[in-house]
């Protein structure tokens, strides 16, 4: 069974046109993922595989929905005992532990608000979340660094009324979640049911030129990302999908949850500490998965191993995206597989807003064609829409009072940044692209990460990706540095691949020039500096703003 089908006003699409004209979310009155999709398939299907959990130390779960309806249950009860219910903010820090799956679908199901995190969050970003959303629980691993963190952080969080640990360390005064669920009665529903409108989810942005702000999402959400599993994905029914992402991530409810399950595709779950390309085609031969999504990084290192050595027969379906995807890493996967990647673009504020569809035959590095879940429009600076190779900022036209499905409703408790974003019924997504003669859109960056040299506007997206096809490149980071005659020039921060030397000036000349054969000559650095690492977000994304802003100190 395929529960999606049962929010579409047409369950099946003959082509590409019949699909963007005929997608359409019927939307019920109410809606709730725990019960509407988990408790529904365990009343149908009880031993339907919803998830297969397995870790690098050889340990398996396999879960049924009759368990997971079980499991969640349990987890809702032992909440509602601590005395958590509708609209409590709690804090999931659980990396890729089988806890977090147990405890979003229970909070769902009590009516609370998740809010997901990195393990990688310190004592400042603790308190700074707990302060900015009046966090009442957290729910973590018990691992020593993460245990450390929000013990220093529980003296400034002032809301925190509960923190719960999975182990293996558990502190004094926290609770057990294992022995929680076990002691807890059973789950006799909610104290009040949510309603549509209500926050489900809050997720903090990586805040690259300032606060992470916070994205509420209702409890609709999960219906948007039907396009991102269904029609991106292309998760098939029985089969096994595997997304590489941590939970502290928007991209893991985009991958490991909601559109796969709705679509009747066991979730897969790798719980590894490190990524090991050949670690990672071990397990997808092993465990024989279906479809695999990851960002273009995890297959530049895939393509250096043997295929040859792994049974990749039952891969039938790869997408990729967050960052730039080189011809050459999608070429040699194609040879090595057979398999095209299918890119795709959204943010946290959205679920896949552009991509490529099972009708489409990709373009290496195009993000692929808008989803007819939203109205996505090309705009210029002075409001007129793109024509075919201007670059424009893409924009959702939205009604707030009555946003599409998956868009979100605020950055809670921030109205002015919400107006800055949101205003006279358009969505600013804050990211610049053109599309081609055929539709497709191309990336070229953050609206405020454009260059503008000698009258050319410049993207730093399109120079990154040409420099990362470079063997010295290891990471890099395009920002615009001023300049008297020509107002900025494109500069270059780069980290080396470890046999290439940082004094060499003939190797500056020659990524220069390289650039200048790979992209329009006017884009290549002017100035390159090698560096060992580059200033980042908790979440990995760089941080131009800080790049910028040393180049203005250094002048």
Not at 504 to 522: C, S
């Amino acid at each position: 069974m395929q529960l999606y089908k049962n929010y579409l006003a047409q369950p099946e699409f003959e082509s590409l046109h019949d699909f963007q004209n005929n997608f359409k979310i019927t939307v019920p009155q109410n809606f709730n993922f725990g019960y509407d999709i988990v408790d529904e398939y365990a009343r149908t299907e009880p031993d339907k595989h919803a998830i297969l959990w397995v870790n690098d130390e050889g340990e398996e779960k396999e879960i049924s929905y009759r368990d997971l309806k079980e499991n969640t249950d349990q987890t809702a009860s032992y909440f509602q005992t601590l005395g958590l219910g509708h609209g409590d903010k709690v804090m999931l820090i659980l990396m890729r532990r089988i806890e977090f799956w147990y405890s979003i679908i229970a909070l769902h199901k009590i009516g609370a608000v998740t809010i997901p995190a990195t393990h990688l969050l310190t004592e400042k970003d603790i308190s700074y979340r707990c302060k900015a959303a009046g966090i009442k629980a957290i729910v973590a691993v018990g691992e020593e660094n993460v245990v450390n963190h929000i013990n220093a952080a529980i003296p400034q969080c002032h809301s925190l009324k509960t923190v719960i640990s999975t182990g293996p360390i558990f502190p004094e005064e926290w609770g057990n979640f294992s022995e929680g669920i076990d002691q807890a009665p059973a789950f006799n529903g909610p104290n009040q049911m949510s309603e549509l409108n209500d926050i489900s989810l809050l997720y903090f942005t990586s805040g690259t030129t300032g606060n992470p702000k916070m994205v509420a999402h209702d409890f609709a959400y999960p219906l948007g990302h039907i396009v991102t599993s269904c029609f991106w994905h292309n998760s098939s029914e029985d089969g096994r999908h595997l997304t590489v992402a941590d939970t502290g991530w928007g991209k893991a409810v985009w991958g490991k949850l909601y559109g796969q399950m709705m679509a009747g595709c066991t979730v897969f779950i790798y719980d590894h500490k490190k990524f090991t390309p050949a670690d990672m085609l071990g397990v997808i031969a092993k465990y024989k998965i279906t479809s695999f999504c990851a960002p273009p990084t995890v297959y530049r290192f895939m393509i250096k191993e043997d295929f040859l050595a792994y049974d990749l027969s039952s891969l039938k379906y790869c997408t990729t995206a967050g960052e730039a995807l080189n011809s050459k890493v999608f070429e040699i996967f194609q040879e090595k597989t057979g398999i095209m990647l299918m890119e795709a673009f959204g943010q946290t504020e959205t679920t896949a807003l552009i991509g490529t569809f099972p009708w489409m035959t990709p373009k290496p590095g195009a993000m692929g064609i808008p989803s007819p879940q939203y109205k996505v429009r090309l705009l210029k600076p002075d409001g007129t829409d793109c024509e075919i190779g201007e670059e424009g900022q893409i924009v959702i036209i939205a009604d707030r009072k009555k946003p599409p499905i998956g868009l979100f409703q605020s950055y809670y408790r921030d109205e002015e940044r919400t107006n800055e974003a949101w205003n006279n019924g358009i969505y600013h997504t804050g990211d610049i692209a053109y599309f081609d003669e055929d539709g497709y859109y191309w990336f070229v960056g953050r609206a405020d990460d454009l260059i503008k040299s000698s009258g050319y506007r410049i993207g730093p997206f399109e120079v990154e990706s040409a420099l990362m096809t470079h063997p010295a490149v290891v990471e890099c980071a395009i920002t615009g540095v001023p300049d008297e005659i020509r107002g900025q020039v494109v500069k270059a921060t780069i980290v080396l691949a470890p046999e290439y030397a940082p004094g060499d000036e003939g190797l500056r000349k020659e990524i220069q020039d390289y650039v200048k054969n790979v992209t329009a000559p006017y884009k290549y650095p002017r100035i390159v500096e090698f560096v060992e690492a580059l200033p980042k977000t908790i979440s990995g994304k760089i941080r131009r703003v800080e790049i910028r802003d040393e180049e203005i100190r250094r002048c």
